[in-house]
């Protein structure tokens, strides 16, 4: 593939000088940045029959789409991951699971005893999903969660089904809302960690008590890095994860920069956890700055249900969601100015369906969204008072 040929040429690395791990550090470590504008056809493998791939349009938390290609195979392990981080969380295969999803999922087949229900749907008829379906695992995002949890208390509505263990995803999982889990539905409650790019990269650690979240990597499908940074400059002992995939062929991702942090808990080389496991461990991931959006109406809803319909968006290089007040958003982004018009009412469409008709939405077309030095870029950024961070 072109893109890390010119990349590994112009840092004068050969395929003679990778000989052994130690020679990953010679190969430049890439952004997404730098492979958004490389473009799909130059970070796609050759060796494949496009035909047979099954294209993905990600960004992540930084509001960079671009699109990635996976190839069958690796759709397998992607599976097997996800199967895995779901039982290092105390699940079984054959016990039911319960999935919040978008919602535009066909259901699987009764034997795989996994429902899909949307996100979408107002937290009273997910209580009733939850009564009738009665899981032993419920898995969602962090926000939708905790609009039901809230909802259940709130309107003090038993009986709802109570599940074993609750698994949250995409958001990182705060410590009220952990609680708020917990107290609610009497579950245990996991974090798990996932990119597009490489799939389930961490799961909990099964050993870990329900207040904090620690990690361990999928060091043998994700090859992680601690990036150093220069002193004083990590926050809490956090640094910049950077990750190989070592299973995805038909976009490789090599020394890929998450644009993630974590704060490593142990190296890896076979130090046995008190779980059993020997791979590294991980404390607190974070960089994913994304602000929840409160309506109008109180409902809080996750800022990942923007994200999605804006990707869907073709010309929009990068973009960033400002929620100026409850009825009021602004859309900035970086794109031509080829189709601007277009691009914009689509953008507004597609949040006006999220956030309703009633909400004012502009739309802005600026040569460039990085956020002024110091500050971490927020691809949705509320400005309600008291809801940052
Ligand atoms: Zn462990």
Known sequence: MPFYREHWDAAGVTPEAIRSLDDLDRLPVVSKREMQAAGPEAITSTAFDPTSLVSARTSGSSGRPFTVRFDPRWLSVRRAMFGRALMAAGYRPGRRLLMLTGGDKRQPPAWYRWRYASYK??????????????????????????????HALETGRPPYHRP?????????????????????????????????????????????????GVFHLAEDVCLTEFRELPEGTAEGGATPLVMTNLELYATPFIRFDT??????????????CSCGRSLARIERIEGR??????????????????????????????????QEDTDRFTVRYEGSEKG???????????LAAVVGPRCEIRTER???????????????ESRLRGESA
């Open 121 to 150: 749907e107002e937290p009273a008829r997910l209580l009733d999903e939850l009564e009738r379906f009665r899981p032993f695992a419920l898995y969602g995002w962090v926000t939708p969660l905790r609009e039901l949890a809230r």
């Open 164 to 212: 074993s263990v609750i698994v949250t995803t995409a958001e990182t999982l705060d410590a009220a809302t952990r609680r708020l889990l917990h107290e609610t539905f009497g579950a245990r409650v996991f974090e798990l960690y996932g990119l597009t790019e490489m799939g389930t990269a961490a799961a909990p650690c099964p050993s870990t008590s329900t207040s904090t």
């Open 259 to 272: 644009g993630d942090l974590g704060v490593p808990r142990s190296a890896s080389g076979g130090e046995r």
């Open 289 to 322: 700055l994304v602000d929840s959006v409160r309506l109008g109406s109180g409902r809080m809803i996750s800022p990942f249900q923007l994200t999605i319909e804006l990707e869907r968006i073709p010309g929009i290089d990068r973009y960033q969601v400002i």
């Open 340 to 350: 601007a018009d277009e691009r914009e009412r689509a953008a507004r469409r597609a």
């Open 366 to 380: 600026r040569p460039n969204l990085d956020p002024p030095p110091g500050q971490k870029f927020r691809v949705v």
